[in-house]
């Protein structure tokens, strides 16, 4: 089982729409977790944080349930600008400066 | 600006060259990372260094090297023994202390042998 697991879609979902991405970890011990953006052909960029109570950023949600081990990104209103990859970072346990990546999910907003 | 500048953006090798691609960052961050990520797939970690004069393998280390003589500094180099060295290099380096922290990555180099 890998230690990071996303659904690599691709999504695709018509302008305006709410979209949910998935990302389940193999370790409980796991401690940070975060969503990044990576555009085509481009360097992935941080998008949030993800913290135990949950957090919003706009049109952005982004949850953890560490019972399940995983986390969410739920993107409401989605606009064109929005596609892109998603990729779930978290960081490996015993080392807070090692982390690991998902193979990220495919996001297209259609207009 | 504060950044990671990575060059070359774009480079092309023979068969059994080795190759150097460079990362120098200004944001005085101790962590810094190389990364390979192939068409689709993710990011999968070659060496970091959290500081100067030490650094770790990744899951991916075998036919990489790399040195970390200076803070700023984390160059990468792709030898001969890589057997499939064509892909996108992404180097990084963190922010903050302790479990939080925001990766700033460089633009990437490309490196495709011929």
């Known amino acids: 089982r890998k230690e990071v697991e996303q659904d690599p879609g691709p999504f695709n979902v018509p302008e305006g729409a709410t979209v949910a991405f998935n990302c389940t970890y193999s370790?409980?011990?796991?401690?940070?977790f975060f969503w990044y953006r990576q555009d085509c052909r481009k360097e992935p960029k941080l998008l949030m944080s993800?913290?135990?109570s949950g957090n919003e950023d706009g049109r952005f949600t982004a949850q953890l349930n560490r019972a399940s081990q995983y986390i969410s990104l739920l993107i409401r209103d989605s606009k064109l600008s929005d596609s892109a990859t998603y990729l779930c970072?978290?960081?490996?346990?015993?080392?807070?400066?090692?982390?690991?990546f998902g193979s990220g999910t495919q996001l297209t907003v259609l207009p | 600006d504060g950044g990671i500048t990575q060059s070359p953006k774009y480079l092309f090798r023979k068969e059994g060259q080795n190759v150097t691609l460079s990362c120098e960052q200004n944001?005085?961050?101790?962590?810094m990372y190389w990364y390979r990520q192939d068409p689709g797939q993710g990011l999968r970690l070659i060496y970091y260094?959290?500081?100067?004069?030490?650094?770790q393998k990744g899951d991916i280390a075998e036919g990489y090297s790399v040195s970390r003589e200076k803070k700023e500094s984390f160059p990468l180099t792709v030898t001969s023994a890589q057997k499939n060295p064509t892909a996108f290099y992404l180097c990084?380096?963190?922010?903050?202390?302790?479990?939080?922290?925001?990766?700033?990555f460089g633009e990437g180099s490309r490196l495709t042998v011929l």
């Open positions: 970072v978290v960081t490996a346990p015993g080392s807070a400066r090692q982390l690991t």
């Open positions: 990084a380096s963190l922010s903050g202390t302790g479990y939080t922290g925001e990766l700033f």
């Open positions: 944001l005085n961050h101790d962590a």
């Open positions: 260094s959290q500081i100067v004069n030490d650094f």
């Open positions: 370790n409980s011990a796991s401690q940070s």
């Open positions: 993800v913290y135990s």
